[in-house]
Protein backbone atom coordinates (compact mmCIF):
# COMPACT_ATOMS: atom_id res chain seq x y z
CA UNK A 1 0.00 0.00 0.00
CA UNK A 2 1.57 3.44 -0.67
CA UNK A 3 0.18 6.79 0.43
CA UNK A 4 0.73 10.35 -0.95
CA UNK A 5 0.38 13.88 0.12
CA UNK A 6 -3.06 15.79 -1.09
CA UNK A 7 -3.00 19.32 -0.96
CA UNK A 8 -6.55 21.64 -1.71
CA UNK A 9 -5.38 24.86 -2.02
CA UNK A 10 -6.50 28.10 -1.21
CA UNK A 11 -8.83 27.84 -4.04
CA UNK A 12 -10.95 25.01 -3.38
CA UNK A 13 -11.64 26.31 0.16
CA UNK A 14 -12.44 30.06 -1.38
CA UNK A 15 -14.73 28.42 -4.42
CA UNK A 16 -16.50 25.87 -1.77
CA UNK A 17 -15.10 22.48 -4.14
CA UNK A 18 -13.29 20.77 -0.81
CA UNK A 19 -15.96 18.66 -0.48
CA UNK A 20 -16.33 17.86 -4.19
CA UNK A 21 -12.34 17.42 -3.85
CA UNK A 22 -12.11 14.99 -1.91
CA UNK A 23 -15.57 13.10 -2.96
CA UNK A 24 -13.81 12.66 -5.92
CA UNK A 25 -10.73 11.10 -4.29
CA UNK A 26 -12.83 8.88 -1.90
CA UNK A 27 -14.71 7.69 -5.03
CA UNK A 28 -11.45 5.90 -6.64
CA UNK A 29 -11.34 4.07 -3.19
CA UNK A 30 -8.64 5.76 -2.05
CA UNK A 31 -8.54 6.33 1.84
CA UNK A 32 -8.06 9.25 4.00
CA UNK A 33 -5.53 8.24 6.89
CA UNK A 34 -4.64 11.98 8.24
CA UNK A 35 -6.59 14.94 7.31
CA UNK A 36 -6.57 18.32 8.86
CA UNK A 37 -7.19 22.34 7.53
CA UNK A 38 -3.91 24.55 8.51
CA UNK A 39 -2.78 28.14 7.63
CA UNK A 40 0.28 27.49 5.51
CA UNK A 41 3.25 29.52 6.67
CA UNK A 42 6.09 31.24 4.51
CA UNK A 43 8.34 28.76 5.22
CA UNK A 44 6.93 25.75 4.62
CA UNK A 45 5.75 26.93 1.65
CA UNK A 46 9.19 27.75 0.64
CA UNK A 47 9.95 23.87 1.77
CA UNK A 48 7.53 22.98 0.38
CA UNK A 49 7.78 23.93 -3.38
CA UNK A 50 12.21 24.03 -2.64
CA UNK A 51 11.88 22.41 -6.12
CA UNK A 52 10.84 25.47 -8.07
CA UNK A 53 12.84 28.34 -6.32
CA UNK A 54 14.50 29.79 -9.15
CA UNK A 55 10.78 29.16 -11.35
CA UNK A 56 9.73 32.94 -12.47
CA UNK A 57 6.39 31.69 -10.55
CA UNK A 58 7.80 30.85 -7.52
CA UNK A 59 6.96 33.91 -5.40
CA UNK A 60 3.81 33.66 -6.70
CA UNK A 61 3.25 30.48 -5.67
CA UNK A 62 4.20 30.85 -2.01
CA UNK A 63 2.33 33.93 -2.25
CA UNK A 64 -1.21 32.09 -3.20
CA UNK A 65 -0.45 28.66 -0.82
CA UNK A 66 -0.31 30.89 2.41
CA UNK A 67 -3.08 33.43 1.02
CA UNK A 68 -5.90 31.71 2.83
CA UNK A 69 -6.21 28.06 5.28
CA UNK A 70 -5.65 24.55 3.04
CA UNK A 71 -6.81 21.01 3.57
CA UNK A 72 -3.86 18.94 4.30
CA UNK A 73 -4.38 15.16 3.38
CA UNK A 74 -2.72 11.68 3.51
CA UNK A 75 -4.68 9.30 1.50
CA UNK A 76 -3.46 5.71 1.10
CA UNK A 77 -4.79 3.38 -1.77
CA UNK A 78 -2.68 0.61 -4.28
CA UNK A 79 -0.27 3.22 -7.02
CA UNK A 80 -2.22 5.79 -4.73
CA UNK A 81 0.54 8.82 -6.11
CA UNK A 82 -0.58 7.69 -9.89
CA UNK A 83 -4.05 7.39 -9.16
CA UNK A 84 -4.15 11.15 -7.38
CA UNK A 85 -1.83 12.35 -10.51
CA UNK A 86 -3.96 10.87 -12.34
CA UNK A 87 -7.50 12.12 -10.99
CA UNK A 88 -5.66 15.51 -10.87
CA UNK A 89 -5.25 15.85 -14.23
CA UNK A 90 -2.62 18.02 -16.22
CA UNK A 91 -0.58 20.87 -14.33
CA UNK A 92 -2.01 23.58 -16.45
CA UNK A 93 -6.42 23.08 -16.73
CA UNK A 94 -6.69 24.15 -20.14
CA UNK A 95 -4.37 21.08 -20.94
CA UNK A 96 -6.39 18.85 -18.39
CA UNK A 97 -8.46 16.27 -19.63
CA UNK A 98 -12.19 16.48 -18.93
CA UNK A 99 -13.30 14.49 -16.08
CA UNK A 100 -9.84 15.11 -14.13
CA UNK A 101 -10.27 17.26 -11.14
CA UNK A 102 -8.18 20.07 -12.93
CA UNK A 103 -9.93 19.93 -16.09
CA UNK A 104 -13.47 19.86 -14.88
CA UNK A 105 -13.25 22.41 -12.32
CA UNK A 106 -9.92 24.59 -11.87
CA UNK A 107 -9.21 27.92 -13.21
CA UNK A 108 -5.73 28.60 -14.55
CA UNK A 109 -2.31 27.14 -13.80
CA UNK A 110 -1.64 29.14 -10.70
CA UNK A 111 -4.86 28.43 -9.24
CA UNK A 112 -5.17 24.90 -9.96
CA UNK A 113 -7.54 23.56 -6.62
CA UNK A 114 -5.01 20.87 -5.86
CA UNK A 115 -1.45 19.24 -5.20
CA UNK A 116 -0.67 15.80 -5.57
CA UNK A 117 3.22 14.55 -4.69
CA UNK A 118 5.26 13.23 -8.03
CA UNK A 119 6.80 9.97 -6.69
CA UNK A 120 7.14 8.01 -3.65
CA UNK A 121 9.97 9.71 -2.74
CA UNK A 122 8.63 12.91 -2.71
CA UNK A 123 5.64 11.52 -1.07
CA UNK A 124 7.31 10.58 1.93
CA UNK A 125 9.21 14.04 2.26
CA UNK A 126 6.41 16.07 1.93
CA UNK A 127 4.09 13.95 3.97
CA UNK A 128 6.63 14.39 7.04
CA UNK A 129 6.49 18.14 6.19
CA UNK A 130 2.72 18.21 6.88
CA UNK A 131 2.35 15.93 9.62
CA UNK A 132 3.72 14.06 12.75
CA UNK A 133 4.44 10.56 12.96
CA UNK A 134 1.53 10.22 15.80
CA UNK A 135 -0.89 12.12 13.13
CA UNK A 136 0.10 9.97 10.29
CA UNK A 137 -0.98 6.51 11.98
CA UNK A 138 -1.03 3.17 10.44
CA UNK A 139 -4.92 2.79 8.86
CA UNK A 140 -6.80 0.35 11.46
CA UNK A 141 -8.55 -1.49 8.66
CA UNK A 142 -4.41 -2.70 7.34
P1 LIG B 1 1.97 19.96 -10.28
O1 LIG B 1 1.19 20.71 -9.22
O2 LIG B 1 1.05 19.49 -11.38
O3 LIG B 1 2.82 18.87 -9.71
P2 LIG B 1 4.42 21.48 -10.65
O4 LIG B 1 5.16 21.54 -11.94
O5 LIG B 1 4.99 20.67 -9.53
O6 LIG B 1 2.92 21.01 -10.99
O7 LIG B 1 4.22 22.96 -10.15
C1 LIG B 1 3.76 23.23 -8.86
C2 LIG B 1 2.70 24.31 -8.94
O8 LIG B 1 3.28 25.50 -9.43
C3 LIG B 1 1.57 24.00 -9.92
O9 LIG B 1 0.53 23.22 -9.36
C4 LIG B 1 1.09 25.39 -10.29
O10 LIG B 1 0.18 25.88 -9.31
C5 LIG B 1 2.36 26.22 -10.23
N1 LIG B 1 2.93 26.40 -11.56
C6 LIG B 1 3.58 25.48 -12.31
N2 LIG B 1 3.96 25.97 -13.49
C7 LIG B 1 3.55 27.28 -13.49
C8 LIG B 1 3.64 28.35 -14.44
O11 LIG B 1 4.19 28.22 -15.54
N3 LIG B 1 3.09 29.55 -14.06
C9 LIG B 1 2.47 29.73 -12.87
N4 LIG B 1 2.36 28.75 -11.95
C10 LIG B 1 2.88 27.54 -12.26
MG1 LIG C 1 4.48 18.99 -8.43
Redesign the pocket.
Known sequence: MQRTLVLLKPDALERGLMGEIISRLEGRGLKIVAMKMIWVDEALAKRLYAA?EDKP?FR??VDFITSRPIIAAVFEGEDVVAVVRNAMGE?DPALAAPGTIRGDLAQD??R?LI?GS?SEETAAREIELFFSKAENFKHTTE
Do not use: V
Open positions: HFGLTIENHD
